[in-house]
Nanobody, 119 residues
Framework: VQLQASGGGLVQAGGSLRLSCAASGRTAHAVGWFRQAPGKDHDFVAAISWSGYSTYYADSVKGRFTISRDNAKNTVYLQMNSLKPEDTAVYYC???????????????WGQGTLVTVSS
């Protein structure tokens, strides 16, 4: 499985961005989004089952972020609204068998995309 994350950029606080994670190869996987701020570990953001029926969110993003997927396009999205400066990080998508919250539960990772939220 190869994953390509995109959609990051610079946005003002309160703004929105939509990240995309395009998959190729064997794509029947759950997908998670993680983020890594400078000097910190990978933090769980959101995850979605392969069917799309089950979604999970970190408390810090509930009500602001929405994860979705279009299996016909082999793409998972992360819609981020009401962005805050503390959301600034490199965002990574990852694929695995289950939509867990731990990085170790995912065997495939894409390159990161940088999200910067200015105050």
């Amino acid at each position: 499985v190869q994953l390509q994350a995109s959609g990051g950029g610079l946005v003002q606080a309160g703004g929105s961005l939509r990240l995309s994670c395009a998959a190729s190869g064997r794509t029947a996987h759950a997908v998670g989004w993680f983020r890594q701020a400078p000097g910190k570990d990978h933090d769980f953001v959101a995850a979605i089952s392969w069917s799309g029926y089950s979604t999970y969110y970190a408390d810090s993003v509930k009500g602001r972020f929405t994860i979705s997927r279009d299996n016909a396009k082999n793409t998972v999205y992360l819609q981020m609204n009401s962005l805050k400066p503390e959301d600034t990080a490199v965002y990574y998508c990852a694929a695995g068998n289950f939509p867990g919250s731990g990085p170790d539960e995912y065997g495939y990772w894409g390159q990161g995309t940088l999200v910067t939220v200015s105050s």
